[in-house]
């Protein structure tokens, strides 16, 4: 089972039957009988049935990039702040004022500008966020040892057993969390809590900024039926368009599906889809997958300056990190390509992938292009790819239909690798690895 039925809080001495628990997430006050809360005056009241019983939680940092930087020029509190390039450049993060415009990221920076021409400019600094979302982690990490790094700005926590730790109940303890990153860091996060990772990331998402948002294991069904195919993570406009006509635009039509209908509808996916659609996640958090990132490199024995030879090395790094990947239990959310040069130079290019993947074509396609760009006649030493940020191996390739050759990919890489732990590494070869 994704989760269990929750064990229901007691009311105290000072809280009626029937009513749900509460807290006041500016004081802990935990007897709310109204709107504000009579100790402290706040009216920010969380009250929910399960509020007590949930103990898994999703952390985002709002904004985080342009937060931070609003934080250390005050002038700009009132100002649409957009992180990123220049005109040909892409948005990397929008403050939310930017983004009441239509700003989001990924955008080119000459749609965004033309959306907002007021906006502040200025060049993302990730040695700096960097460091403050370490310093976010470390406070995570106080908390509970079970913590999943998600990216920089964004992690996965498991509270479970930690009530006598901390006297109080995960609820409790994150709504500490979030005043202690405001009061020490300077910027805002939002959580969601709930009995799982899936619904944790969707309740985190209901509720920002500086939100904090419970999706209870009762009412988790009800809450996602009406909600349209594309609120499940992996469900792109592909999919959705494929969801679509087959009569399927709501989740509560796909969690009616048993896994047996699923199967045949959707293929080998279709059970975990109609799984994920009633609110079932059985992912545990692992904090071993704050590994920042996997990679391979070679240096040549002499420099190299063609396309094609380059090509051939980078697609058999590629396989190698694959492998690497499947390894740790782990897949490409991003790929990373590195280049040193004759008078060793370093040049670092990366790029996001629409979904993750562990299998070498969609990695090695997004790597190509990087390097197709920085073949100038340039002679180079070594070529290294790495795959960051990282992601569930679970999450990749055969959830992700949003290109319909992904699970085909997939279960021929998975072929292959099995004849080659069968007879060798040279078994079964690409013809690009033999250029």
């Not at 087959?246 to 509808?265: E, H, I, P, S, V």
Request: aromatic letters at 4%; charged letters at 25%; a positive charge.
């Amino acid at each position: 089972m994704a989760f269990s039925a929750p064990v229901q809080s007691q009311p105290s001495a000072d809280r009626p039957a029937g009513r749900p628990p509460a807290i006041c997430r500016d004081c802990d006050e935990q007897e709310v009988p109204a709107a504000t809360c009579p100790r402290c005056g706040s009216r920010r009241i969380l009250r929910h049935a399960e509020l007590f019983d949930l103990s898994i939680a999703h952390v985002d940092c709002d904004a985080f990039y342009a937060s931070v930087e609003k934080r250390d020029r005050p002038e700009l509190a009132a100002r649409p702040v957009i992180i990123g390039g220049g005109r040909r450049g892409v948005v990397s993060t929008a403050c939310y004022i930017a983004r009441t415009r239509g700003v989001h990221s990924a955008m080119p920076m000459f749609k965004a500008l033309a959306l907002c021409p007021d906006a502040v400019v200025i060049k993302p600094d990730m040695a700096k966020y960097v460091h403050e979302g370490r310093r976010i982690r470390e406070m995570m990490q106080a908390l509970t040892p079970l913590v999943q790094a998600q990216s920089i700005d964004e992690a996965v926590m498991d509270l479970s057993g930690t009530a006598a730790l901390h006297r109080a109940p995960p609820a409790v303890v994150l709504a500490r969390l979030a005043r202690q990153v405001e009061r020490e860091v300077g910027v805002t996060i939002s959580i969601g809590l709930a009995p799982n990772r899936l619904l944790a990331k969707i309740a985190v998402d209901r509720d920002k900024p500086r939100g904090f948002a419970v999706i209870g294991a009762a009412e988790a069904a009800g809450l996602l039926a009406p909600e349209p195919v594309t609120l499940l993570p992996g469900v792109g406009p592909a999919m959705a368009k494929r969801l679509s006509s087959a009569g399927f635009t709501r989740l509560g039509q796909l969690a009616a599906l048993d896994a047996r209908d699923a199967a045949r509808r959707f293929g080998e996916e279709g059970p975990g889809l109609a799984a994920r659609a009633r609110g079932e996640d059985s992912r545990p958090v692992r904090p071993e997958r704050d590994t920042k990132s996997v990679s391979t490199e070679t240096t040549f024995e002499r420099d190299i300056r063609g396309l094609e030879e380059l090509e051939t090395i980078l697609w058999n790094l590629t396989e190698k990190l694959c492998r690497r990947l499947a390894g740790k239990e782990l897949a490409a959310g991003g790929v990373v390509l590195k280049l040193k040069t004759a008078s060793f130079a370093l040049r670092t290019r990366n790029v996001r992938l629409p979904h993750p993947s562990l299998v070498p074509e969609p990695i090695f396609e997004a790597a190509r292009a990087l390097l197709a760009r920085e073949v100038d006649g340039t002679a180079y030493r070594l070529i290294g790819i790495g795959a960051q940020p990282l992601a569930d191996a679970r999450d990749a390739d055969a959830l992700d239909l949003a290109d319909p050759d992904a699970p085909r990919q997939a279960k021929r890489w998975q072929a292959m690798e099995k004849l080659r732990e069968k007879f060798g590494a040279g078994a079964v070869v690409k013809g690009r690895s033999l250029k």
